[in-house]
């Protein structure tokens, strides 16, 4: 099955550590997309990819960093400059970057211990 | 940039009855517009979209109506069902002021629930 897959689904995060979260994909799409959601919130932009070793800043990437070293993978860090990490990680992939429809994970919960 | 405002953010009707719910938009150059319904612990997942050349698409219970001239753009679940209850959001892709993005911009959502 062609799909998107996020691990962990639960990651604790201790103060000043950082913490990568993995998204891979198998649908053979050129862009992958990373949101940040928020109880009662839409889903914010932190980073985007349109190509393999290309990555461009969303909405809110302070205290967040990617790589996109293979089409498939995806990873985010969240770093300990991240004053508020706690919220739901949700990863999407789409054909490419002209308006196809984005496909999602289902999620990383990140909680501050 | 694109800004996507929702309505209403909690719906509940009565099993068979029909939901709508309404975004607006900012940007006039926005042409892609997703719906995505949300699970609890799950991503949100696609069920239905259109593109600013076209004003109305269907696909079963769920239709979309697009209206350019005022920025407005409508979701409708016709003959609801328990399993229609679900967090949905509306989407638009426009240009992001860091220049040639291509992400999309959510509303806040929408919590539907079905009343047996």
């Known amino acids: 099955d062609g799909g998107i897959t996020q691990s962990p689904k639960y990651l604790f995060r201790k103060e000043g550590q950082n913490v990568t979260l993995s998204c891979e994909q198998n649908l053979n799409h050129d862009a992958m997309y990373w949101y940040r959601q928020d109880p009662g919130q839409g889903l914010r932009l932190i980073y985007y990819s349109q190509i393999v070793n290309d990555f461009q800043k969303g909405d809110i990437a302070e205290g967040y960093s990617v790589s996109r070293e293979k089409k498939e993978s995806f990873p985010l860090t969240v770093t300990s400059a991240q004053k508020n990490p706690t919220a739901f990680y949700l990863c999407?992939?789409?054909?490419?970057?002209?308006?196809?429809?984005?496909?999602f994970g289902d999620g990383t919960r990140l909680s501050i211990l | 940039g694109e800004n996507v405002e929702q309505h209403p953010s909690t719906l509940s009707v009565q099993e068979g009855d029909s939901a709508v719910i309404k975004c607006t938009y900012s940007d006039s150059a926005s042409n892609y517009f997703p719906w995505y319904k949300q699970e609890l612990g799950k991503g949100p997942q696609l069920i239905i979209d259109?593109?600013?050349?076209?004003g109305e698409k269907k696909d079963q219970r769920i239709a979309v109506t697009l209206n350019k001239t005022a920025k407005h753009f409508s979701l409708h679940i016709t003959e609801t069902q328990p399993e229609d209850s679900a967090v949905y959001f509306c989407?638009?892709?426009?240009?992001?002021?860091?220049?040639?993005?291509?992400?999309?911009?959510f509303g806040k959502g929408t919590h539907l629930i079905i009343q047996p």
């Open positions: 999407a992939s789409s054909r490419d970057s002209g308006g196809q429809p984005q496909h």
């Open positions: 259109i593109r600013s050349n076209v």
């Open positions: 989407a638009a892709r426009g240009m992001y002021s860091g220049g040639g993005a291509d992400g999309l911009t």
